[in-house]
Structure formats: structure tokens, C-alpha cells
């Protein structure tokens, strides 16, 4: 179903308030927009948190349906990145933000410290999770929110954030394990800039900051030259994204006489399976280290930082 705005208001208006945390008997109910949002909230409440955008998911060009629409009108507390991430959601966070707690999490990090979108410097590039450090503040800023809303956060962000730390330390030490000039992270759109700021690595997408934009020839052919002339011998697939472009760069090396291969699947928009560790944010960050490290000529446990990493992922 296509979500008008005149449908959309339709909807808010037939659905039920949410009733008020502060007088409600039952703790205040919790949905978030993408599946990283709502790892902050299970980690830091313990509660059951309902999550819009599953595994495989790419929040850039998701459109809201009906049953969103319902759950989102339902929660007491919505959390969502924010930062244009999810921009098909926009008008439908704006007319409940009146009616409901709705908090954009990431849009609370100060500009100096964002990146912006090469194409449109003024806006900033959203995927801030693959900075642990910047992670760390917007799981700050939701344990502020939550404990508005009823919630004790201060134990639980406590313990997450020092695991989000153990985290950082881990992929600082695996990813200088690799060659100093293999240090290259090429992928199918460009997510990973603060990843490249964090860890002093050179990250090239062939899509843009959003899945929306287009890959032209010349920059797949820029990106192949770069491939053969480095002799960089692996790229990565991303699970929200299609793999089309990922493989023409690949025939194309072979083409040069440079053998390329797919070094593995990485998390970027979406993050794993439910239920398994990389469908936490923890095992999404140690999953893309271990496999980018161990792709590229770096070492890294096989099972990753705590030996958890799912076997065949």
C-alpha cells in the first residue's frame, strides 16, 4: 500500500493514544525505526522493543506501511536515528511527535563531529554507528531519554558502554593488523566513511551515501584502476544492498589480469539475523572487523573478539 499524506493522516487520527508513561501501570512501550536504534533500547531497558527495519533492510529507501504506521501510533516512546537516515519517515515521525515521545537519536551529536554527504555537503552522512566512540553518545543520549520515560538506564549504559569500548580496542587492534597498503575497504555504497576516520583506513563506496543514488561507469572504472594499480585483493557485498556493482568491479580487474574476489558480506544499513549475535549491534561491528581484517591479509580470531561470530556468516 502507498502511504499518502492524506492517507497518513487518516490513519494517526483513527488510531488510539498511547497512554501516558506517567500514569501508566506498565512500562512505556518502545519501537524503533532500524534494528541498531532498537539494540540500544533492549540493552538498555531489558524491555521487548519493536523494531521497523529488520536484517536486510535499507532504511535509505524503505517506505512506512499501514502496519508501521499502527505501531508507531501504539508506542508510547518512539526511537529513531535520525540525520536523514530514514527520510520515507519523516513526515509520519513529524505529525506523532505531538502526541508521542519521538527522539531522533543521532541528530543530538554535534555537527564538528559529522561527516557531510560528498554530493550534498549540507547534509550529514547518517551511518555514524561504525564509529564506536560516536555510538557511545547517541547510546548516552537514549539512556537520558529512556530513564525520562520511567526506565532505569544507568547500570545497563553503563555495561553496554563499556562492551561498545572493548569493541572500539578490539577493531583498532585487529584492523593494524593488515598491510599498510591493503588497507582499502572497497564496498557497494559509501557507509563507511567514519569507519575509514576512525581506523585510519581508505573507504570507497561505488554508490553513494545513499543506496538511492547510481553507480556510473566512469567510477567503477576508477575503482577498478584502483584495485589492479594496489593489487587489493578482496571487496565486500553488503546485506541491504544488491551485489550487481560489487561484481562488474570484479570482472572488470579480472579483465586488467587481476584476480579480485568477494572477501565476504558486510552489515552496513541493517544489521544480522534476529536472534543471533550479529543481529546485535556488538556482533554487527565485531563481524564487519573480523571479516574485513581476515579478507585483506590482517589476523583476527575466527569467532571474532569474544568467540561468538556465527560460522558460515
Given at each position: 500500500?502507498?502511504?499518502?499524506r492524506?492517507?497518513?493522516l487518516?490513519?494517526?487520527a483513527?488510531?488510539?493514544?498511547?497512554?501516558?508513561?506517567?500514569?501508566?501501570?506498565?512500562?512505556?512501550?518502545?519501537?524503533?525505526?532500524?534494528?541498531?536504534i532498537?539494540?540500544?533500547?533492549?540493552?538498555?531497558?531489558?524491555?521487548?522493543?519493536?523494531?521497523?527495519l529488520?536484517?536486510?533492510?535499507?532504511?535509505?529507501?524503505?517506505?512506512?506501511?499501514?502496519?508501521?504506521i499502527?505501531a508507531?501510533?501504539r508506542?508510547?516512546?518512539?526511537?529513531w536515528?535520525g540525520?536523514n537516515?530514514?527520510?520515507?519517515f519523516?513526515?509520519?515521525?513529524?505529525?506523532?511527535?505531538?502526541?508521542?515521545?519521538?527522539?531522533?537519536l543521532?541528530?543530538?551529536?554535534?555537527?564538528?563531529?559529522?561527516?557531510?554527504?560528498?554530493?550534498?555537503?549540507?547534509?550529514p552522512?547518517?551511518?555514524?554507528?561504525?564509529?564506536?566512540?560516536?555510538?557511545?553518545?547517541?547510546?548516552?543520549h537514549?539512556?537520558?531519554?529512556?530513564?525520562?520515560?520511567?526506565?532505569?538506564?544507568?547500570?545497563?549504559?553503563?555495561?553496554?558502554?563499556?562492551?561498545?569500548?572493548?569493541?572500539?580496542?578490539y577493531?583498532?587492534?585487529?584492523?593494524q593488523?593488515?598491510?599498510?597498503?591493503?588497507?582499502?575497504?572497497?564496498?557497494?555504497?559509501?557507509?563507511?566513511?567514519?569507519?575509514g576516520?576512525a581506523?585510519?583506513?581508505?573507504?570507497?563506496?561505488?554508490?553513494?551515501i545513499?543506496?538511492?543514488?547510481?553507480?556510473?561507469?566512469?567510477?567503477?572504472?576508477?575503482?577498478?584502476?584502483?584495485l589492479?594499480?594496489r593489487?587489493?585483493p578482496?571487496?565486500?557485498?553488503?546485506?541491504?544492498?544488491?551485489?550487481?556493482?560489487?561484481?562488474?568491479?570484479?570482472?572488470?580487474?579480472?579483465?586488467?589480469?587481476?584476480?579480485?574476489r568477494?572477501?565476504g558480506e558486510l552489515?552496513?544499513?541493517?544489521?544480522g539475523?534476529?536472534?543471533?549475535?550479529e543481529?546485535?549491534?556488538?556482533?554487527?561491528?565485531d563481524?564487519?572487523?573480523?571479516?574485513?581484517?581476515?579478507?585483506l591479509?590482517?589476523?583476527?580470531?575466527?569467532r571474532?573478539?569474544?568467540?561468538?561470530?556465527s560460522?558460515?556468516?
Amino acid at each position: 500500500m502507498t502511504i499518502t499524506r492524506r492517507s497518513l493522516l487518516g490513519l494517526l487520527a483513527a488510531a488510539p493514544l498511547a497512554r501516558s508513561p506517567a500514569f501508566a501501570a506498565a512500562p512505556a512501550s518502545i519501537t524503533a525505526t532500524t534494528g541498531m536504534i532498537a539494540d540500544i533500547a533492549r540493552r538498555l531497558t531489558g524491555a521487548e522493543v519493536t523494531a521497523l527495519l529488520g536484517a536486510g533492510m535499507d532504511p535509505h529507501s524503505y517506505r512506512p506501511t499501514r502496519s508501521d504506521i499502527l505501531a508507531l501510533s501504539r508506542a508510547d516512546v518512539i526511537l529513531w536515528h535520525g540525520l536523514n537516515l530514514e527520510a520515507q519517515f519523516a513526515d509520519v515521525l513529524s505529525e506523532l511527535a505531538s502526541r508521542r515521545r519521538v527522539v531522533a537519536l543521532a541528530d543530538s551529536l554535534p555537527a564538528d563531529r559529522l561527516l557531510s554527504d560528498p554530493l550534498y555537503p549540507d547534509r550529514p552522512d547518517p551511518h555514524v554507528w561504525f564509529d564506536p566512540r560516536l555510538w557511545s553518545d547517541v547510546t548516552r543520549h537514549a539512556a537520558t531519554t529512556l530513564a525520562e520515560a520511567g526506565f532505569a538506564t544507568e547500570e545497563p549504559a553503563r555495561l553496554f558502554l563499556d562492551e561498545i569500548a572493548a569493541l572500539d580496542a578490539y577493531a583498532g587492534q585487529v584492523l593494524q593488523t593488515v598491510p599498510e597498503d591493503r588497507r582499502i575497504l572497497v564496498t557497494a555504497h559509501d557507509a563507511f566513511a567514519y569507519f575509514g576516520r576512525a581506523y585510519g583506513w581508505q573507504v570507497e563506496g561505488i554508490q553513494g551515501i545513499s543506496t538511492d543514488s547510481e553507480a556510473g561507469l566512469a567510477r567503477i572504472a576508477e575503482l577498478v584502476d584502483l584495485l589492479v594499480s594496489r593489487q587489493i585483493p578482496a571487496v565486500f557485498v553488503e546485506s541491504s544492498v544488491s551485489d550487481r556493482a560489487i561484481r562488474a568491479l570484479i570482472e572488470g580487474a579480472e579483465a586488467q589480469g587481476h584476480t579480485v574476489r568477494i572477501g565476504g558480506e558486510l552489515f552496513s544499513d541493517a544489521m544480522g539475523p534476529d536472534g543471533s549475535y550479529e543481529g546485535t549491534y556488538p556482533g554487527m561491528i565485531d563481524h564487519n572487523v573480523t571479516t574485513i581484517a581476515t579478507a585483506l591479509g590482517g589476523t583476527a580470531p575466527p569467532r571474532g573478539m569474544a568467540g561468538r561470530l556465527s560460522a558460515g556468516l
